[in-house]
Each structure stands twice: as C-alpha cells, then as structure tokens.
C-alpha cells in the first residue's frame, strides 16, 4: 500500500516538475555525457527499453565507446550526450542488442562475468541467485539465460566493447584473499582477452555502490584497466578521471516517464557526497 501510495505521488511529482525542469536542465547540459546502466531486457520490458532508445534518439544522442574514449582522454566533447552500458551478460540483452540498437547503428558497452558466460538453464538461474542477488530469495525473471561465448564473440565484431565485471559478480569490498582479489579483476581481463583477442580496458563493479568498493580493489583495477564504472549517479564534462565513472541505473520495472527524469540526472545531487568521498580517497 505505502509503495502504491509512494508510486503515485511520484509519477504526479514528475507530471509536474518534469517538464519545465527538464527545458532548464537541457540548456545546462551541453558538454557533458552520462553514462546509462541497463541490466537484462525482458519480453516485459521491450517496450520501456525501446522508449528508452527513441528518447534518447531525440534528447542528446548516443555516444559510441570510443568516443566516450576520447571524450575521457583527449578532452573532446563529441557532441552525443550518452553511453549505454550492460552489466552481466544476459541474453536478453545481447538480443535487445541484435534487434533493437544495430538496426539504429548504436554501439554500447557490455560488461560481462566470464563464469556466466556459456550457463544454460539452472547453472544460470543458480549464478544469479548465488551470485548476482547474494542469495537473496528475489523474482527470477523467466527468459533467465547467459550469453555464450558465441555472442558475446558477434557483438564484438558488430562494434561493440566487451568489458570485465568480475569472474563471479564478486562483491569486491568483502574479498580479502589477494589471490581471489587478482583473480576477479585480473584474471577475468586476460581470460577476455584471450578469449576475444582484442585488450580489454573496460572494468565494472558489480553492486557499484560505495560499500561494493575498495582502495585495494580499486588499486588494482586502475593498474590493469583505463576505464572503471560505478553505479553512483553523475555527470561527466570532458577530460574527467575516467577510472571513477558515475553511471545512472535504469529499470525496465519503473514507468518510462520517471526513467526520463533520471536520464537527466534528476536524482544526482542524492549522490553528491558519494562522489565527493571517493574522488577524495581514491
Ligand atoms: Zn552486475
């Protein structure tokens, strides 16, 4: 009752606010790119992920990974004003990939678990409830499966960029051990890497959120790859540090008017002192 409450207050706040808040908010936004974070797409979340696209179509554009590259290294604001990524590895969405984005000629970034990769059925459906809920009794959803190494293999060559998010979605701020440590970020790079035979230089944390990270983890991550996304929300203006990316988490469950309004960044400043903190210590 309280979420349904919740809900409705929300979708009339947006109603209202949205609008001449987002007319403000675009004439602030030239120069500056954010980074989107989808996990699976669903048959039930078609719809929504499609209206997520043609939005962005009309409201900024997408940025390909390289550009985001540039963007990062040499300064350059490519005009375009969003990178999707994909966290996991699902199926889903290596086919929202083939049926939605490349007939557009969009190019996003996958980053993927190389113990996922390859799981049928119940393997999968038990890395997921093992590893990516933590064993938390959550909703599986019911086209559940991993891409294979095949697929992940063709969106490379379709243009895509391919990146580590761990060997087994691991938690990173609770592994201690040094040697599972290397194995969840090293490890998992140079299996892409031999796997894929192109350098893998995108990382993932799995979680994102500040208390999923480490300065050791993080360490390590900045000596084995150049970019390294976080789940905490922001904004980026070029020639940023690219190994702390903020990204902006969206759900396939939340009305595609509110997704909207976090596209445009509506929920940053909730994520202000996160970002100050790391940036600060790491
Ligand atoms: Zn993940």
């Not at 979420?3 to 947006?14: A, C, E, G, L």
Request: hydrophobic letters at 40%; a neutral charge; charged letters at 25%.
């Amino acid at each position: 009752m309280t979420q349904r409450f919740s809900k409705t207050v929300r979708d009339k706040v947006v109603q209202l606010v949205g609008p001449p808040y987002l007319s403000a908010v675009g004439r602030l936004e030239s120069g500056v790119i954010r980074v989107l974070l989808v996990h699976d797409v669903t048959s039930d979340t078609l719809d929504w992920f499609t209206g997520v696209v043609e939005w962005i179509e009309r409201n900024g554009g997408f940025l390909t990974p390289n550009e985001a590259q540039s963007f990062f290294r040499a300064r350059v604001w490519p005009g375009p004003r969003y990178l999707l990524t994909f966290d996991d590895g699902f199926q889903s969405s290596f086919k929202a990939a083939r049926e939605i984005l490349e007939p557009r000629g969009i190019k996003v970034v996958f980053f993927v678990c190389p113990n996922f990769i390859g799981l049928r059925s119940h393997e999968a459906e038990r890395f997921v409830r093992d590893f990516i809920f933590e064993g938390k009794q959550l909703p599986l959803s019911q086209d559940l499966c991993a891409m294979t190494w095949e697929e992940v293999e063709s969106l490379l060559k379709a243009g895509h960029t391919i990146g580590s998010h761990t060997l087994t979605h691991a938690r990173l701020s609770n592994v201690k051990d040094h040697e599972r440590l290397h194995g969840e970020i090293v490890t998992s790079r140079d299996i892409l890497n031999a796997r894929l035979g192109v350098p893998v230089t995108w990382f993932a944390y799995p979680f994102g959120s500040i208390d999923s990270m480490s300065r050791k983890a993080h360490q390590l991550i900045s000596d084995n790859y150049e970019f390294c996304c976080t789940n905490i929300r922001g904004h980026h203006l070029a020639g940023d540090e690219p190994s702390l990316i903020w990204r902006e988490s969206l759900s396939g469950f939340e009305d595609l008017s509110y997704t909207k309004l976090v596209m445009r960044g509506v929920l940053d400043w909730r994520y202000y002192r996160r970002r100050k903190e790391l940036l600060e210590s790491y």
